[in-house]
């Protein structure tokens, strides 16, 4: 059984993937996606719960009040900005909470709660108004359109007095006819496509027929030539006969229906290749929608901050709606942690010479194979002396490492150098949130920051993920391919230069004559290998600079269509998709990112499995979706000496108490699929269940429901907040006692 301290452990390093997990549902609520409110509040009350019951009163209580903001917005309440940066403010701190694991009282949190009391008074007055209309009950669409076509400069868009919150309808009517949303299909051109897939489709049902008729004749041919025993010398040479001619006819019925098939396969292909060609040109849109969003979001944050701040916006593009859909919140969140971390305060600025106005400029050049977003600022760049300072504890060596060398851990999970909270900082926990949206379309994140000059961030998206243009290369029995815009060069290795670090590659032809680390591709894959003379290398971008594989061969750049990894059989964090080849085989499409990192990676420690607990008499049901809740009250009941089952809903917790009935369950109140109060009146309809005392531990009891509980025989109703495991320890005694 893990101790209390162990729990707790566990909490605090669940917390960067819970935090990502309820930033991603908010950023998507705010995109339309209504279904992630339910998700999102189910979530905070299990953080709320596991937190309160681990005694860890100020992440209970953050949790709390976020999850007040969420009901206040299920109960009618119109979503605003101020909505938005509170939630994502809270998600914030609680990853900072975590990451400072006993240092509490260190971190500022009263103005975040603030922040989260004055969202819930907001939404509060806005659903006392009386009935909400549809629009309001709507998700909010923070990406709202400027009212002016151009993407609005800060200073000029500040000025035009636009309300911070504009409504559904105001936004329907301001916005561009070709910015707003992908072209309409082509009704006709989809509606004959679709008459000519099922002409075909019938064609290959008559081909089926043919294909039984031919399979029909092959088994009368092999009935003739199956040997006999006896069989005149007449009777053999009909058999004959008979036989070659089921052959040639079975010949020709093979031939044609062969001939057909090719046929049908081509317009089958031709007319797929039209529909989906009809379907991209209907999903793509143009980026200044999304810049315009940018000018807006910056705003906002320049505001709320009280910082003097020109947002620029440069170029264009044409883009996948799918890709649009998760650029937009990783763009946004670079620019206003860039107004937030990047700009510094204005008496700051004047000290260091610099413009009192900071610049956050956003720029977008569109390539033949993807789409480059540059996100530059001429703040203070990255505080690489806070960065050692946070990664010391959890990485061997960090102060010998250069800067380059620490900008990926910027992209670990929960990893922040904020030393306090606040709203707009709270779009996510570093640049995790912006590293697996861009990871998710097969893109690139790369930094260059320079301390007291600035930060950029490139973001290179594919244009489309329909398809993508890549470098076939071969490794031993491997065929694989890197997307083009990835590959920096790729080079003959004439030297193989071994360093203390490991083989690296100078660069040839470039001023500095850079070296780059050098591993080889099918060292990395498995196989044996190491970098040698006379291999070819590709030359490759990371996120903080370059590195180089050495492979067996390359092709020259081609476009594919991908199967991504989410819809493959078989996972491969190397792996994101697989494109099949004209010859039947099939390139692996490597993402370049994680490939950087199983290069670099050190060994982990397999984490030790827990020694088996004996089981004992008498059983205990814990029914709790909390997963350390869970954990914890199952090591309270088993240092009681009782073998426990657990359950994470009350619908699988009903099935295990009528498998094996148990001597006592502990319920949480509010669970997926069924809940505690339907668990408890589903045991009492059973008359092998009806009598097993049941104990609830949950965070919202309302007096209705607590007075259903108790008409339904429950010894008692236990508050997580206030959780004193002694009493929990007394009411499990005076149950198995019979009391």
């Given at each position: ?610 020694a088996a607990e004996p089981k004992r008499e008498p059983l205990a049901l814990v029914v709790e979706d909390a997963p350390v809740a869970r954990e914890l009250l199952c090591g309270i009941l088993r240092a009681l000496g ?98």
């Amino acid at each position: 059984m893990r101790s209390r301290a162990d729990l707790v452990d566990a909490f605090h390093r669940a917390m960067p993937d819970r935090v990502a997990q309820a930033t991603d549902l908010w950023l998507g609520y705010e995109q339309g996606q209504a279904g992630n409110l339910p998700v999102l509040r189910r979530l905070l009350h299990t953080l709320k719960g596991e937190a309160h019951m681990l005694e860890l009163l100020a992440c209970g209580d953050l949790a709390e009040l976020a999850e007040s903001v969420i009901d206040a917005a299920r109960g009618g309440g119109r979503p605003t900005q101020l909505t938005g940066d509170s939630i994502l403010g809270a998600l914030e701190a609680l990853g900072l909470l975590s990451a400072s694991a006993g240092e509490e009282a260190a971190l500022d949190l009263e103005g975040v709660k603030a922040t989260l009391r004055a969202a819930h008074a907001a939404l509060q007055g806005a659903g006392a108004r009386g009935q909400p209309t549809a629009d309001e009950l709507a998700p909010p669409r923070l990406d709202r359109a400027a009212e002016s076509g151009a993407p609005p400069r800060l200073d000029r868009a500040a000025e035009s007095g636009a309300p911070p919150q504009l409504d559904a309808q105001r936004r329907a009517r301001d916005a561009p006819a070709d910015q707003a949303a992908p072209a309409a299909l082509d009704a006709a051109a989809v509606g004959a496509l679709v008459q000519e897939l099922q002409r075909l489709h019938g064609e290959r049902e008559v081909l089926q027929r043919r294909l039984r008729e031919a399979q029909r004749m092959l088994r009368a041919l092999l009935v003739e030539i199956e040997p006999r025993a006896a069989a005149d010398v007449d009777r053999f040479a009909e058999r004959i006969t008979k036989t070659l001619g089921y052959g040639a006819e079975i010949e020709r019925a093979l031939g044609a229906v062969r001939a057909d098939w090719s046929s049908n396969e081509f317009a089958a292909g031709r007319a797929l290749g039209e529909l989906d060609e009809v379907v991209r040109k209907a999903s793509v849109v143009r980026t200044e929608r999304l810049l315009d969003q940018v000018s807006l979001a910056a705003r906002s944050a320049a505001r709320m901050l009280g910082k003097d701040v020109e947002a620029r916006v440069e170029g264009t593009g044409l883009l996948d709606a799918q890709v649009e859909r998760r650029l937009e919140p990783a763009l946004l969140h670079l620019v206003r942690n860039a107004i937030d971390h990047g700009i510094e305060p204005a008496d700051v600025r004047a000290r260091r010479g610099k413009p009192a106005r900071g610049t956050v400029a956003v720029t977008v050049v569109q390539t033949d194979a993807a789409v480059r977003v540059e996100v530059r600022d001429d703040g203070g760049g990255v505080d690489f002396a806070r960065l050692r300072e946070v990664l010391a504890p959890s990485v061997q060596d960090v102060a010998s490492l250069d800067d380059a060398e620490l900008v990926p851990y910027l992209f670990a999970h929960g990893l922040t150098t904020s030393r306090s909270v606040g709203a707009i900082s709270g779009r996510g926990v570093g640049l995790d949130v912006v590293a697996r949206e861009i990871g998710a379309l097969g893109g690139q994140v790369r930094v260059d920051s320079r301390p007291g000059l600035g930060t950029t961030i490139l973001l290179v998206v594919p244009k489309s993920l329909h398809g993508e243009e890549v470098v076939p290369i071969s490794s031993g029995r491997f065929r694989c391919a890197v997307p083009t815009h990835a590959v920096r060069s790729v080079v003959l290795l004439d030297e193989v230069l071994h360093t203390s670090d490991g083989p690296r590659v100078r660069l040839a032809g470039e001023p500095s004559a850079e070296l780059v680390p050098l591993f080889s591709l099918a060292a990395l894959l498995g196989d044996a290998g190491q970098p040698a003379p006379g291999d070819a290398a590709l030359v490759l971008h990371h996120a903080a600079g370059l590195f180089a594989v050495s492979v067996g061969g390359y092709e020259n750049p081609r476009p594919v269509s991908l199967v991504r990894s989410e819809e493959l059989p078989f996972t491969s964090p190397l792996v994101r998709g697989v494109a099949p080849t004209a010859d039947g085989e099939a390139l692996l499409l490597l993402d370049v990112e994680r490939l950087f990192a199983c290069a670099r990676q050190a060994p982990r420690e397999a984490p030790s499995a827990a020694a088996a607990e004996p089981k004992r008499e008498p059983l205990a049901l814990v029914v709790e979706d909390a997963p350390v809740a869970r954990e914890l009250l199952c090591g309270i009941l088993r240092a009681l000496g009782l073998r426990v089952e657990e359950a994470s809903d009350g619908r699988e917790g009903l099935a295990l108490a009528r498998a094996t009935p148990p001597d006592v369950v502990l319920t949480d109140l509010e669970m997926p699929y069924m809940g505690g109060l339907e668990l408890v009146a589903e045991l009492r309809r059973s008359p092998a269940l009806a009598r097993v005392p049941v104990v609830v531990l949950t965070t919202a009891a309302d007096e209705p429901s607590v007075a259903a509980l108790r008409g339904l025989g429950v010894r008692a109703v236990l508050s997580k907040q206030r959780f004193v495991e002694e009493e929990l320890r007394q009411i499990i005694a005076t149950s198995l006692g019979g009391a």
